[in-house]
């Protein structure tokens, strides 16, 4: 079987589309500290939230680009991993 670019972008592999998938540790964390941020909006706390958010976040980031299943997976870390530099650049 040839193994074009298209499969290579979006197959894992077992030969499985892989776009979306259930969301790992650290993604976890980050949903969950970016949502308390949304409610302690001030103080120590509200500190503490953002930097265990914007953390997780690029460790996420960090493994899909180098351990992500496909080239969509790795490219998606890619663009998190550039998004989340370049907001703390601006």
Request: no cysteine; charged share 10%.
């Amino acid at each position: 079987m040839e193994n074009t670019l298209v499969d290579k972008t979006f197959r894992d592999s077992n030969g499985n589309v892989v776009i979306a998938q259930m969301p790992n540790l650290p993604l976890i964390i980050w949903i969950v500290t970016s949502v308390l941020a949304l409610i302690f909006t001030t103080g120590k706390i509200n500190t503490v939230l953002e930097v265990v958010a914007n953390g997780s976040l690029f460790t996420w980031a960090w493994m899909e680009l180098f351990q992500g299943v496909n080239y969509f997976r790795r490219s998606l870390g890619l663009v998190v991993l550039i998004g989340i530099i370049a907001s703390k650049i601006i």
